[in-house]
């Protein structure tokens, strides 16, 4: 087992999420979370599910896996839906966010910390629901991309699903453990 070099946490978001909310194209792909994973959690990293709750109860085998790995896993509320709450007013984005929060933690019985907006949209009605949910928001993240050119963050915010994540994780840990032989 290899040691996490940057203290990076891998911020997924869309996990559970069947389609596109802006394309309407197919995104779920759990061959493809479980290759992410495996990649992910080999380099003993932590990966932090972003999850749509309201569909959690269509992909069984995904609760199955992720209840099987749940160690080398974190849980975020990344919506009910894929709703864009920033259009809302606080209290109801507040309801919203505990169903998904509640939902996750009657499942995995474990209770999520974070909240991954949709779209990264946010305003002040969001923070102040996330705040009253008790689930942090950080906007210290980067993407692979922005990592590759240099940038550092907090988390590193990506699509299992996206076309080309597996080759930039890849390349990430090649360049992680380029600088810790320097
Ligand atoms: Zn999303």
């Not at 309407?24 to 709750?53: P, Q, R, T, W």
């Not at 209840?67 to 896993?73: G, I, L």
Request: charged share 25%.
């Amino acid at each position: 087992m290899l040691y996490s070099i940057n203290n990076m946490l891998f911020r997924d978001d869309d996990i559970y999420m069947t389609e596109s909310p802006t394309r309407g194209s197919h995104l779920y792909n759990f061959e493809k979370f479980k290759e992410c994973h495996e990649l992910i959690a080999s380099h003993g990293d932590i990966h932090i599910l972003g999850i749509v709750a309201g569909e959690i109860e269509n992909y069984p085998e995904l609760t199955k896996y992720i209840k099987e790995h749940q160690k080398e896993m974190m849980f975020a509320v990344h919506g009910w839906m894929h709703y864009d709450y920033s259009l809302w007013k606080a209290d109801k984005i507040y309801k919203s966010m505990m169903r998904a929060k509640n939902k996750i933690t009657e499942v995995f019985g474990e209770v999520p910390q974070w909240y991954f907006p949709p779209w990264n949209r946010r305003n002040d009605e969001v923070m102040k629901a996330a705040l009253e949910a008790k689930l942090r928001v950080s906007d210290n993240y980067v993407t692979p991309d922005q990592y590759l050119m240099g940038q550092r963050g907090e988390l590193m915010l990506f699509h299992y699903w996206s076309e080309n994540i597996i080759p930039e994780i890849k390349k990430y840990y090649e360049l992680s453990n380029l600088h810790s032989n320097e």
